[in-house]
């Protein structure tokens, strides 16, 4: 079973809190455990790293976003790695000077958006969290009387909120720009309700995966892991960038569509390192991990080693074989990321642009709506030509908050002769 799936069994264990949530939660987790030195570096033009930024949505109380992030997933993070869940701009990069790789667990995301959205102290968040996403050797920002710099940064973040507190804080310039196309939008209704009897032996297992995962964490520190497709993966995910980009499924949420893309395979280098350590510890089921203790060692967990020549060839026995791969360094190590893998990385990711797709479009329609009530203000009538120029909008951005206002009998749009006898549109404001 691979590594994600053992996490997820684990959350299942505790709570009835939606699987979907402590899926992307468990694969966000191992992806920061592969730290800054790991990449992909088929994916053009400098490669990805495997940090992410999640934002779990779903009704309050009910739907146990929390329950996922802090209580069951969130729990198995080493505190070595585990950043403050509220800061000021200023106090992450703090932070960040002195453990470049962070993992966040925020709290309700409409507050950061609502302090954005009014220009309060966390307005710089929106730069600062762009400018941290993407992979750098360094990242130096002056703000106010200090400057701060964090050398190889690799942050990673989650948060909940609701949707309508979600909407109620958003502004066009959050998701049409880059700052909100950062974040996976992991959305699902309220759970069922069923009975959950804690196993007698959670705790030792909790425990256990912790350990398991500061190991992982040591690891892959000193064994990075370069990444690569094979020719059928590469294909597919060229595939999927294509119909994403020229679809008009999603011409509003193209960039959603230019980040996604990344994601999918940021999820699918994870999944398949995931596969890779649920083979190396032999876990087929959540009691499994039973194994795991302080002596356990990290030795392999990559698919295809460079590291030498085949043992037949070589006449070298596979015990020295073994000794003397433990004492390789893997940063020549290259894993193969196959066609299954960006499969089940797009079946993760698609769902969230999906959500993203349907955000965006209530969104922008209210936005739309209320520039065209504004540009209205004094006016009965306006000509198509004088409604752009008021909105300072395209026409096909107008058109669908212009069919919806005709819809609720707000506009009329008549077809008549100017003075010089040329048809025109015009719309007439009903009272």
């Not at 694969?27 to 990805?48: A, D």
């Not at 080493?78 to 509220?86: C, E, V």
């Not at 073994?322 to 940063?331: G, N, T």
């Not at 299954?340 to 642009?353: H, N, T």
Request: glycine residues 4%; hydrophobic residues 35%; aromatic residues 10%.
């Amino acid at each position: 079973m691979a590594y994600h799936d053992i996490l997820v069994e684990y959350h299942k264990s505790r709570t009835y809190s939606p699987e979907i949530y402590a899926k992307h939660l468990a694969i966000q987790q191992i992806g920061h455990m592969l730290g800054w030195k790991s990449t992909n570096t088929t994916v053009p033009p400098r490669g990805v790293s495997h940090n992410t930024y999640i934002a779990i949505l779903g009704q309050s109380g009910k739907s146990k976003k929390s329950t996922a992030q802090n209580d069951t997933i969130g729990k198995l993070y080493d505190n070595t790695y585990l950043g403050p869940s509220s800061f000021s701009p200023e106090g992450l990069l703090k932070h960040m000077s002195d453990q470049p790789q962070m993992y966040c667990p925020l709290g309700e995301f409409s507050t950061i958006l609502r302090s954005i959205k009014q220009g309060g102290h966390m307005s710089r968040f929106k730069e600062i969290s762009n400018d941290l996403f993407t992979r750098r050797d360094s990242y130096v920002k002056k703000l106010v009387s200090c400057e701060y710099a964090v050398p190889k940064p690799y942050l990673s973040m989650s948060t909940t909120c609701t949707p309508e507190e979600f909407v109620d804080n958003l502004e066009p310039t959050m998701y049409h720009g880059g700052f909100l196309p950062r974040w996976l939008l992991v959305y699902s209704e309220a759970p069922k309700r069923v009975r959950i009897s804690l196993p007698a032996n959670i705790m030792a297992t909790e425990t256990r995966l912790k350990v398991l995962n500061y190991k992982l964490y040591e690891y892959f520190q000193a064994n990075p892991v370069r990444f690569e497709f094979t020719n059928d993966a590469y294909k597919l995910w060229m595939e999927t960038q294509e119909e994403w980009e020229d679809s008009e499924e999603y011409e509003n949420v193209q960039p959603f569509v230019a980040r996604y893309i990344n994601y999918v395979a940021i999820y699918a280098d994870i999944l398949r390192i995931s596969k890779e350590i649920g083979k190396m510890f032999s876990l087929k089921t959540l009691a499994d991990v039973s194994n795991v203790t302080s002596d356990t060692k990290v030795t392999s967990v990559t698919s295809k080693s460079t590291n030498g020549p085949d043992d037949a060839k070589t006449g070298v026995s596979k015990k020295s074989r073994k000794s003397r791969d433990s004492r390789v360094s893997l940063v020549s190590t290259v894993t193969l990321v196959t066609l299954r893998d960006i499969e089940q990385a797009i079946e993760l990711v698609k769902p969230c642009l999906a959500y993203a797709k349907r955000l965006v479009s209530n969104i922008d329609e209210d936005y739309y709506v209320a520039k065209i009530n504004t540009a209205f203000d004094g006016h009965k009538a306006l000509s198509n030509r004088d409604l752009l120029r008021k909105t300072k909008e395209l026409n096909n951005k107008l058109e669908p908050a212009i069919q919806t206002l005709i819809q609720r009998e707000e506009l009329e749009q008549k077809v008549v002769e100017n003075e010089n006898g040329r048809k025109i549109r015009m719309y007439y404001k009903i009272n």
